[in-house]
C-alpha cells in the first residue's frame, strides 16, 4: 500500500513534469534551458528537474530530490545547475514551495533593451505579480546569483527579471508559479503590442 507521503511526493513529481511540458509548448523553454522544483510540505527537501536533459520529455525519474544545501538524497541525476538560487528562495521565503526559472523569449527581449515592464497594462498581472524585480547579468548557476535572488525575494517579490537570462517565478504552489512565469511574458507582449501600435498609428 503506498503511503500518504509516498503519494504526495509522486503527485509533486508529475505535477512537475506537466509543467515543465506545458513551459516547453509555450516556448518559455526550450530543449536544455528551465528548471523546475517544489518544496516537499513540511520539510527541507525539494524535487528538482535534472541538468542536461531534454525539458520536454521529462519522466518521474528524471527528478532529483535534494536538500536545502543541494545534496542530492534520491534520483540517479544531476540537479539543475540553478539549484542555488531555488534552495535560497525556500530558506528566506518558507511560505514559498515553488520554484520556475523559465526563459520567456519577449520578457528577455525586454531586458537586453534595457526596458522595464509596465505592469498597470495588465489587471491580472497588478492582481496576482506582487512586484517585479530585476538583477542585472551575473554568471547562471553560481553563488552570487543566489544571493542576488535572496536579496529580491526578501523584500516580497514573487516575479524576477534576470538580465539576458530569464525569469523567476514563485509560488505557494507550483502552478502559482507557472501563473507567475506566464503571466510576464503575456505582458512583455501586451507591452510590445502596444508600442508598435502607438509607433505604426502615429506614422503619417
Same mark, same amino acid.
Given at each position: 500500500?503506498?503511503?500518504?507521503?509516498?503519494?504526495?511526493?509522486?503527485?509533486?513529481?508529475?505535477?512537475?513534469?506537466?509543467?515543465?511540458?506545458?513551459?516547453?509548448?509555450?516556448?518559455?523553454?526550450?530543449?536544455?534551458?528551465?528548471?523546475?522544483?517544489?518544496? #516537499?510540505?513540511?520539510?527541507?527537501?525539494?524535487?528538482?528537474?535534472?541538468?542536461?536533459?531534454?525539458?520536454?520529455?521529462?519522466? #518521474?525519474?528524471?527528478?532529483?530530490?535534494?536538500? /536545502?544545501?543541494?545534496?542530492?538524497?534520491?534520483? +540517479?541525476?544531476?540537479?539543475?545547475?540553478?539549484?542555488?538560487?531555488?534552495?535560497?528562495?525556500?530558506? #528566506?521565503?518558507?511560505?514559498?514551495?515553488?520554484?520556475?526559472?523559465?526563459?520567456?523569449?519577449?520578457?528577455?527581449?525586454?531586458? /537586453?533593451?534595457?526596458?522595464?515592464?509596465?505592469?498597470?497594462?495588465?489587471?491580472? #498581472?497588478?492582481?496576482?505579480?506582487?512586484?517585479?524585480?530585476?538583477?542585472?547579468?551575473?554568471?547562471?548557476?553560481?553563488?552570487?546569483?543566489?544571493?542576488?535572488?535572496?536579496?529580491?525575494?526578501?523584500?516580497?517579490?514573487?516575479?524576477?527579471?534576470?538580465?539576458?537570462?530569464?525569469?523567476?517565478?514563485?509560488?505557494?504552489?507550483?502552478?502559482?508559479?507557472?501563473?507567475?512565469?506566464?503571466?510576464?511574458?503575456?505582458?512583455?507582449?501586451?507591452?510590445?503590442?502596444?508600442? /508598435?501600435?502607438?509607433?505604426? +498609428?502615429?506614422?503619417?
Amino acid at each position: 500500500m503506498v503511503s500518504l507521503v509516498e503519494y504526495s511526493e509522486r503527485k509533486i513529481r508529475e505535477d512537475i513534469v506537466n509543467v515543465m511540458r506545458n513551459l516547453y509548448r509555450r516556448g518559455l523553454v526550450s530543449a536544455l534551458s528551465g528548471n523546475v522544483s517544489v518544496r #516537499v510540505p513540511g520539510t527541507n527537501y525539494v524535487w528538482i528537474t535534472p541538468s542536461g536533459i531534454f525539458k520536454g520529455g521529462l519522466t #518521474v525519474d528524471d527528478l532529483v530530490k535534494i536538500d /536545502l544545501d543541494g545534496n542530492v538524497v534520491e534520483g +540517479f541525476r544531476r540537479p539543475s545547475s540553478e539549484w542555488r538560487f531555488h534552495v535560497v528562495v525556500y530558506r #528566506v521565503r518558507p511560505e514559498i514551495n515553488a520554484v520556475i526559472h523559465a526563459h520567456n523569449p519577449v520578457t528577455v527581449a525586454f531586458s /537586453l533593451s534595457g526596458l522595464r515592464l509596465d505592469e498597470s497594462l495588465l489587471s491580472e #498581472v497588478m492582481l496576482f505579480i506582487k512586484r517585479i524585480e530585476y538583477i542585472p547579468l551575473v554568471e547562471p548557476g553560481t553563488e552570487a546569483l543566489a544571493s542576488l535572488v535572496a536579496e529580491k525575494v526578501s523584500k516580497g517579490s514573487n516575479a524576477i527579471i534576470l538580465e539576458r537570462h530569464g525569469v523567476i517565478g514563485l509560488g505557494r504552489d507550483l502552478y502559482e508559479a507557472e501563473m507567475i512565469v506566464e503571466s510576464l511574458e503575456d505582458l512583455a507582449n501586451v507591452h510590445l503590442l502596444s508600442r /508598435l501600435i502607438r509607433f505604426l +498609428f502615429s506614422m503619417p
